[in-house]
């Protein structure tokens, strides 16, 4: 019998759109920085530098390259660090 546990992750429900900008975003940091290269250890003071800069380009309407997109990767990027030692965000 199939489990049938609503407490499991639905991966089912997230817009595969959404995932495929995602993916060509991690494609293009591939081909520049190498595979898995922003798991070695990216201060969280990085990413949300670079989370601020992406939102507020899209908020001028630049459309030079995916801000959403890039701004999505250094939302995964601050979440990966929760906990770790690269987390540094400074304390308000």
Do not use: C, Q
């Not at 701004?71 to 030692?85: S, W």
């Amino acid at each position: 019998m199939r489990d049938s546990n609503p407490d499991k992750p639905r991966y089912d429900l997230i817009d595969p759109g959404f995932l495929l900008r995602l993916a060509e975003h991690m494609r293009k940091g591939a081909e520049h920085y190498g595979e898995h290269n922003w798991v070695k250890g990216i201060p969280s003071s990085n990413y949300m530098a670079s989370l601020l800069r992406h939102v507020e380009a899209y908020r001028r309407g630049e459309m030079d390259e995916d801000h959403l997109a890039a701004a999505v990767f250094n939302i995964m990027g601050l979440m990966r660090n929760e906990g770790t030692e690269f987390h540094d965000l400074f304390e308000w």
